[in-house]
């Protein structure tokens, strides 16, 4: 992740300027100006660590937005060589330990905290999916089922926790979906379009529901399937007759290469290793990142002594 690109970097700022940090009343009231403190950044529970790289950026970020910060307030932020983005860790393990002025500490604080919670909640509870179906050939995509703005912060979260990322956004794929089948004059009608006005290395993915669908997506020459709300058994189905018709052509001097199979819809961590051991390729999980928990994370912040 880079985390000084323009993007991450206007998303950073405008969480900042969101919390007016600032212009944090109660700590310019209460708290002295030249006050150094050290910050420690701790788990509170077993988990994916994901959204350190964050925590110095906003601080730069910060030193831009306070008009009056002095020159001098200088930051450090440090963490174990073995703790980084995507590591699991323990309850009441420390992520990292920032010295800086105090003032800057309390009003970046809850910024950090959000943001950390938020991306390591989506990492956890990935590698959870992750881990359900070790031993299969099956990855686990996301979906584009993000909270707007988020959407590069959330699919990097997915990676850290072991996920597969699915197309970023409507631009970077070509998924036919039920509704473009209905509002486009069927499927050979759109999927004809499709195939011959893609751009090059572009592979046409098309959803089907059932069987007949799956056989029309295959005679109209779909290069990948999304088997979408279908039981394990349905899916296991489909996965075979789609390896059928690959070898079929290709006993008949057809050169074609294999289609990707992805599940989809429905799919829980309860149910998950069933629909991996179908022998599809994907399994997309919009509850990566629309359903993730936030993580427990705090920060203590003591004063240093001179």
């Keep these: 992740m880079d985390w000084k690109s323009s993007s991450i970097d206007g998303l950073l700022e405008r969480a900042l300027i969101e919390d007016k940090a600032a212009n944090d009343t109660t700590t310019n009231l209460t708290i002295d100006s030249a006050l150094q403190a050290t910050g420690s950044i701790i788990a509170r529970q077993e988990m994916v660590v994901c959204g350190l790289g964050a925590v110095p950026r906003l601080f730069e970020i910060y030193a831009r937005l306070d008009k009056r910060a002095p020159a ?6 440090v963490s174990h060589p073995e703790i980084f983005d995507g590591v699991r860790v323990h309850d009441g393990q420390v992520l990292a330990v920032i010295r800086h002025n105090a003032r800057v500490l309390l009003s970046c604080e809850r910024v950090i905290l959000n943001l950390m919670q938020h991306l390591s909640g989506i990492a956890t509870l990935t590698r959870r999916f992750v881990d359900a179906v070790e031993g299969t050939h ?5 979906t584009r089922k993000t909270v707007p ?3 590069a912060l959330e699919k990097y979260a997915v990676q850290c926790g072991g996920g597969t990322n699915h197309r970023l956004d409507l631009a ?3 998924l ?3 509704n473009h089948i209905s509002l486009g004059g069927g499927l050979p009608v759109v999927l004809t379009q499709a195939l011959e006005g893609r751009k090059k290395g572009q592979r046409v993915q098309v959803e089907v529901r059932s069987p007949q669908e799956l056989e029309e997506a295959l005679a109209y020459g779909a290069e990948a399937i999304l088997l979408d709300n279908m039981t394990p058994a349905q899916v296991k189905q489909s996965v075979a007759r789609i390896t059928k018709a ?3 052509q290709a006993a008949e001097g057809q050169v074609r290469p294999s289609i990707p199979t992805e599940a989809s819809g429905g799919i829980v961590l309860e149910n998950i290793r069933a629909y991996a051991e179908t022998g599809v390729d994907f399994i ?5 990142t629309h359903s993730a928990k936030a993580a427990d994370i705090s920060m203590r912040i003591e004063a240093e002594t001179a």
């Design 138 to 142: 099956a990855h686990v995509l996301d």
């Design 246 to 248: 690959v070898e079929g």
């Design 172 to 174: 970077s794929g070509i």
């Design 149 to 151: 703005g988020l959407r």
């Design 176 to 178: 036919i979906k039920n």
């Design 284 to 288: 997309s999980v919009g509850a990566l």
């Design 72 to 77: 001098q307030r200088r930051f450090e932020v």
